[in-house]
């Protein structure tokens, strides 16, 4: 699904999304006290594709932004952001035509090399706590 056609799907959730540009380095934010989502629209549709899936999980799960395990729900949104675009087998099969071109295979996948990343540390992790 492109980013549009997210962007056309979240249309009915109770979160207004909107896109603005952001400080610094910052890709998207969730505000919890307005139920609004912004995207840095200098962004690519990839990178605005990816944000949008992480700052709508922030929503989903209600984080705030003001409590203490801040980085705990980071790790959270950023694993299942990548669960939810990538698709195991498309990225095996794309792990063999591409070899170790991590960006033609994130390209393939429009996903951010960030999102491919956190996927594939996901696959390699083998502590007990995944």
């Not at 629209?41 to 990816?50: E, G």
């Not at 063999?96 to 393939?108: G, K, Q, T």
Request: with cysteine.
């Amino acid at each position: 699904m492109s980013y549009s056609d997210m962007r056309r799907a979240a249309a009915h959730l109770p979160v207004t999304i909107s896109s603005a540009i952001l400080p610094g380095s910052l890709w998207g934010c969730y505000d919890a006290a307005n139920d609004v989502i912004l995207i840095d629209r200098r962004l690519t549709y990839t990178a605005k594709r990816c944000t949008l899936v992480h700052e709508l999980l922030h929503w989903r799960h209600g984080d705030d932004g003001c409590s203490n395990d801040r980085s705990k729900r980071e790790r959270r949104v950023r694993r299942q952001t990548a669960l939810m675009l990538i698709n195991p087998v498309e990225l095996a099969l794309l792990e063999r035509m591409y070899d170790d071109d991590l960006w033609s295979i994130a390209d393939e996948l429009n996903v951010t090399m960030q999102v491919l990343e956190d996927y594939r540390a996901i696959l390699y992790d083998t502590s007990p706590n995944k």
